[in-house]
Every structure is written in structure tokens, then in C-alpha cells.
């Protein structure tokens, strides 16, 4: 009971919590607002948008006249899904030797890995795009698929080492000795083990992936183009269509959000195991 | 068949070798018991033998074929764990399924094994639980149960019975013991305890740094240990050891005597004599921890229950002169 914290610091700390969460929420609430408006009132007053228009699905409906929806979101599908599994299957193995055969430079090539990310991407733009263009690999779903599974990777392989970590590698050993091998041993005992890390490993680099537009961008043209193309094709120079390029975004992120909201406790268990045990 | 040979084995982790050249022997059916301080190597000898560590070098053999360089998986020892290594995702039964699964046997043979192996250890009514929900006596006879079924050469057990309470502690003790009367499958164990040590063990192999000090069974090591390490190590309480003077009447440089062999009588007709310090009181038997003996520091005696005397209390001791251990100066027993 020492340690019970005081209902005023309980309140207190919800309300910050609850302003944050707002504040965090709020631009997705906005855009969810104006995809609702016509692009005449999209433009007006934050007050009056709220009080003095009316509703209306027009910006949707225009939207989805203009440009082919489904053919972007199956790209961003087969993209983050597809970049995910490969990145799995080469990150399990390579996260599997560090956390179990870990040598001494086992840490120098996690940081080196890390490293990686700290370029900003486009510093290899060009090269990267150059061997696309040789390779005949621009605006291909599996170009990106690759560019992307390279992206994320160093993620993939530090989060399913975390996890690994905090797997006791007597269990492992267990199975050696009672006649698994290598393979038989990662998939019958290590993978159904990390399955919660796993999964918020996969939720999250689907996530990374769906979101991710430089690449995206700068690598599609029509073909291959996923939702993050979608948005951009609606925030012309010209003079920009609020209500269409708020529509156009909720209909990309709304599949990626509501994927999340029901994975949610996976997620915050996954990301959070290790903190707690 | 379980006939597990050593030669020349050594073990370096980096530049520390943790296992300098060793040679060991282990028969058919024997139940081995490695003892030694912590860090003396006895891990990492049971590891080497089941394949989960590499030899620096050396030869181990199984069953007259070599097998240094075969993968655990195809020794067919079966390994018993401390943390009993159980598959936390699977049912009681599906681990004790693990090793024929990946042998291949038949299902119907596997029902029958699994039955056999839950009847034997009590395990029944746990079949369809998963070892989270299991006390740790039950975990210990699962990860049992896992490695029985498998028929394999050898049993290897490294502290099997060490997270367990006392109580407990004793009747999977006895369990073991049974279960090797019953296979008659080599068994090597690995234990702190000497309780374990003594009462299971055909054979004890006492380790220091790696060494082997002396191979024997327990009454062996008990009645005539090689040096002064044993000497001090199987027994318990453990045996009085004092020099000079004293051991010299023996004809010693260094001479023992265990608590047991120590009769306590009235001051005037003790071969020695002290002040009691503390008196143990287990009610089958007193210790008396005597000081002021002029032998060592204090000198403990192992008396029956009924004999009474409190802390001051001046008494006299009388060593079995024809059980007191002799040791040269290296420490070497004499005869
Ligand atoms: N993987 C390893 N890397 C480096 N040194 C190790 C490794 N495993 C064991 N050692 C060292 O080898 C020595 C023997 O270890 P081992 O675990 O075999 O001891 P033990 O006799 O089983 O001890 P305990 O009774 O405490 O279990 C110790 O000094 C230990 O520090
Ligand atoms: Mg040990």
C-alpha cells in the first residue's frame, strides 16, 4: 500500500495523458472532418466548418471517379505484406544466430545494422535508382517490394533478437537433445514461442511499410503505385483540394487503422514484452 | 546399451581451459554421479557429453562409436535440465511426444509410451495441462517423462532435483533411484548434494578445476579418500582435519577424522579434550562444534540424540584411532 499513487496524481496524469492522446489524434480527426465536407467549406474558418456547413460524400465519390482505389490498395497490400514475409525469413535466421551462436562482434553487426538507418534515404536515391531504371525494375511491385524489405530489415532483425533474448536457451537445447534439428528445433519450438513478438513485429513493419512514401514515390509511376501515391496524386502545386486530399487519405489509412485498432493489444504486448518480465 | 568412454577430452572456453586432459569410463547401466565445488567443470562435462558443447580435443566415444563429432540429436542420451527445459506452448503431453515425434514413431506406439510414462510418474491427470500450470515436482517428472520415452543409451542430469523444496526433494530421489533399478539405462547425474551423491551413485566422480580427483564408489570415497580434497569434500559433516603435533602421533603430516568416529566422554577419560561451542540438536543426532582442542579451530562431533551437554560444558574426546585418515604432505593419502 507504500507505494499506491495518490488519487489526485491519478487524475492529474490522466488528464495529461488524455490531452496528449488528443493532440496526437487530432490532425487524423481533422482530415476524417473535412473528407466529409464539400472543398468550399473545407477552405473556411476551423469554426464554421464545424458549426455552419452540412455534410456530404462528395469529395469520396469524386475520388473514387478519379483514380482506381482498388488497384492502389491491392499494390499497398501485396508491397507491405509481401516486403514483411521476406524480411521474416531472413530475419529469423539471421536473429536466430546472433541470440543463440552469438560470436564477439555479435553487437558491433547489430549496431552496423542499425546504422544503416541513420542515412537519410535519400542519399542513395540515385544510386538506387539508377540500378531500378538498368534493371527494368522501376514502377515494378517487385522492385519495391525489395527496396522496402531492405528498409526495414534492421528492424525486423533487432526486434525478433530482442525477443529471442528472453527466450531460455536451455528450451532450445532441450529440443536438440530430444532429436530436432536445426530446422525441426526453430520451427516447433523457437517461432511458436516468439509468436507475440512476432506478430507485433509483422503488425508493425506492415505498418512502417504501408505508411512508407519516400520510396514509394519516388521508385512508381502508375503500375506499381500503392495508396501513398494515391494521397500525393491529390496535393497538386496547382492550388490544393482539401476535402479530396482528406478524403483520399482516410481511405488510404483506413484500412492500416482499423488493422491496428484490432491488433492493438498484440501490439502493446509484443512491443512492451521484455519491459515487464 | 550405455557405455560412455573419454579420452583425453579437454575443454577451452577462449583462452581459460575449463577441462584439462580427462579420461573417464562409464559402463553399461551405471548410475554416475559427478560432485564438485561450483565452477569445477561438471556442466560443462555432462554438455560435452551430450553433444551441446564441442571438444577442444579428444575423443568421446558411445557405445564403442565415436561420437565427438555427431550432433546431440543423433547420440540418443536424453538430458534432464535444472530449469526442466519444458516446451512452454505445448501440453504435457505433447512434450513428452517431442523426442518420438521427431524419431518418427508410430502414433499408436507413441499413445502407448505416453500412457506408460504419465503412469509411472504420476502424471495422468496432467496429460492435457500446459507445464505453466504444473508444480515444480510435476514439471520435473514431465521433463522425466520426456526424456524416458525415447529409450534412449543414457540419462544425463545436471541439479535435476536443485529447485525443488527438501521434502520433495527426497521422493524424486527416490524416484530416480527406482527408475534406474527399473531400465537399468546408464544414468550420469550432476549434483551438488551429498545426500544425492551417496545414496544414488554406483559410482562418484569427484571433480576440482576440471580434475578429476578420485573415481569410486560412495563408500570408497567414503572409507578411503585419495587426498584431502575428497577427504574434505564427501561426508557430511565433514571431516575433522588438523597437522603438527597431533597428526604426527598418527605418523601423518596431516591427519582426519570424521564427526561419527568421535566418542564424547567425561573430560578425565577423553584421548582429548575441549569446551563445547554449539550443540546441534537434529534429535537422532547432536552436533557438538568443540573448540579449545588444540587440533583445529573447532572440532565437530557426531554424538547420538540422548547425549546432553550445552555450550562451557568441558569434555573429552576419543578418536577410533583405526579410522583416522593419514595424508602426506602433498595432501596424499597414506595408508
Ligand atoms: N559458455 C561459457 N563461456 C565461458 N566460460 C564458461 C562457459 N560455460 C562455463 N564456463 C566456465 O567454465 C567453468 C565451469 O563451469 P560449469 O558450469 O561446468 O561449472 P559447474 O561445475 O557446473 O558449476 P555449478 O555447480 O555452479 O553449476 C566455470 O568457471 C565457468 O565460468
Ligand atoms: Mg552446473
Not at chain 2, 41 to 55: M, Q
Not at chain 2, 129 to 158: M, N, T
Request: proline share 5%.
Amino acid at each position: 500500500m507504500a507505494r499506491a499513487i495518490s488519487t489526485k496524481r491519478k487524475s492529474v496524469n490522466t488528464a495529461i495523458a488524455g490531452t496528449l492522446g488528443f493532440l496526437m489524434f487530432f490532425p487524423i480527426l481533422w482530415i476524417l472532418i473535412l473528407s466529409f465536407k464539400t472543398e468550399e467549406d473545407a477552405i473556411r474558418a476551423p469554426l464554421q466548418i464545424l458549426f455552419d456547413s452540412g455534410w456530404t460524400l462528395d469529395s469520396f465519390a469524386a475520388v473514387q471517379a478519379r483514380s482506381d482505389y482498388f488497384k492502389h490498395f491491392s499494390n499497398s497490400v501485396i508491397i507491405s505484406v509481401g516486403s514483411t514475409l521476406i524480411g521474416l525469413m531472413i530475419a529469423i535466421p539471421a536473429a536466430w544466430s546472433m541470440a543463440f551462436v552469438p560470436s564477439k562482434n555479435t553487437k558491433n553487426v547489430l549496431m552496423w545494422m542499425l546504422s544503416t538507418k541513420m542515412l537519410p534515404p535519400v542519399g542513395v536515391l540515385v544510386p538506387i535508382y539508377l540500378i531500378f531504371r538498368d534493371t527494368g525494375l522501376l514502377d515494378s511491385r517487385f522492385g519495391l517490394t525489395i527496396v522496402l524489405t531492405l528498409m526495414n530489415l534492421p528492424i525486423i532483425v533487432w526486434m525478433l533478437y530482442t525477443y529471442f533474448k528472453e527466450i531460455p536457451g536451455e528450451i532450445l537445447e532441450a529440443a536438440r537433445m530430444d532429436g530436432a534439428s536445426l530446422r525441426e528445433e526453430v520451427l516447433y519450438v523457437l517461432t511458436p514461442m516468439a509468436i507475440p513478438g512476432m506478430a507485433s513485429t509483422v503488425l508493425l513493419n506492415i505498418i512502417l511499410a504501408w505508411n512508407e512514401a519516400f520510396w514509394t514515390l519516388n521508385l512508381t509511376a502508375a503500375k506499381a503505385a500503392p495508396l501513398t501515391a494515391f494521397i500525393a496524386s491529390y496535393s497538386s502545386p496547382e492550388g490544393l483540394f482539401y476535402a479530396k486530399l482528406s478524403a483520399a487519405s482516410i481511405m488510404a489509412i483506413a484500412p492500416i487503422l482499423i488493422m491496428g485498432w484490432f491488433s492493438q493489444k498484440q501490439l502493446v504486448r509484443g512491443l512492451t514484452f521484455g519491459a515487464v518480465k | 546399451m550405455g557405455r560412455i568412454t573419454l579420452e583425453k577430452v579437454t575443454k577451452s572456453f577462449g583462452d581459460v581451459e575449463v577441462i584439462p586432459p580427462l579420461d573417464l569410463e562409464i559402463e553399461d547401466g551405471e548410475f554416475v554421479v559427478f560432485v564438485g565445488p561450483s565452477g569445477c567443470g561438471k556442466s560443462t562435462l555432462l554438455r560435452l557429453i551430450a553433444g551441446l558443447e564441442d571438444v577442444t580435443s579428444g575423443q568421446i566415444n558411445i557405445d564403442g562409436q565415436d561420437a565427438t563429432d555427431l550432433p546431440p540429436a543423433k547420440r540418443s542420451l536424453a538430458m534432464v535440465f535444472q530449469s526442466y527445459a519444458l516446451y512452454p506452448h505445448m501440453s504435457v503431453r505433447k512434450n513428452i511426444a517431442f523426442p518420438m515425434r521427431m524419431a518418427g514413431v508410430p502414433d499408436d506406439e507413441q499413445k502407448r509410451r505416453i500412457e506408460a510414462a504419465a503412469k509411472a510418474l504420476n502424471l495422468t491427470d496432467y496429460l492435457d495441462r500446459r507445464p505453466g500450470q504444473l508444480s515444480g515436482g510435476q514439471r520435473q517428472r514431465v521433463a522425466i517423462g520426456r526424456a524416458i520415452v525415447r529409450e534412449p543409451a543414457a540419462f544425463l542430469f545436471d541439479e535435476p532435483l536443485s529447485n525443488l523444496d527438501a521434502a520433495l526433494r527426497v521422493g524424486m530421489r527416490l524416484e530416480i533411484s527406482e527408475l534406474h533399478k527399473r531400465l537399468e539405462t546408464t544414468m550420469v547425474y550432476v549434483t551438488h548434494d551429498q545426500v544425492e551423491a551417496m545414496t544414488m551413485a554406483d559410482k562418484i566422480v569427484v571433480l576440482r578445476a576440471g580434475n578429476i580427483e578420485q573415481v569410486g564408489s560412495p563408500l570408497e570415497l567414503y572409507k578411503a579418500p585419495r587426498n584431502l580434497f575428497v577427504a574434505g569434500f564427501i561426508g557430511s559433516p565433514t571431516m575433522n582435519i588438523f597437522d603438527g603435533a597431533e597428526a604426527a602421533k598418527f605418523g601423518a603430516h596431516t591427519a582426519g577424522v570424521r564427526p561419527e568416529h568421535i566418542e564424547v566422554v567425561s573430560p578425565e577419560e577423553g584421548y582429548w579434550t575441549g569446551t563445547v561451542g554449539v550443540a546441534e540438536h537434529l534429535g537422532s543426532d547432536t552436533f557438538f562444534h568443540i573448540h579449545e582442542t588444540g587440533l583445529a579451530e573447532t572440532i565437530t562431533v557426531r554424538a547420538p540424540g540422548d547425549v546432553a551437554y550445552n555450550h562451557g560444558d568441558k569434555i573429552g574426546l576419543n578418536p577410533r584411532t583405526d579410522l583416522v585418515h593419514k595424508f602426506d604432505e602433498q595432501g596424499l593419502r597414506v595408508q
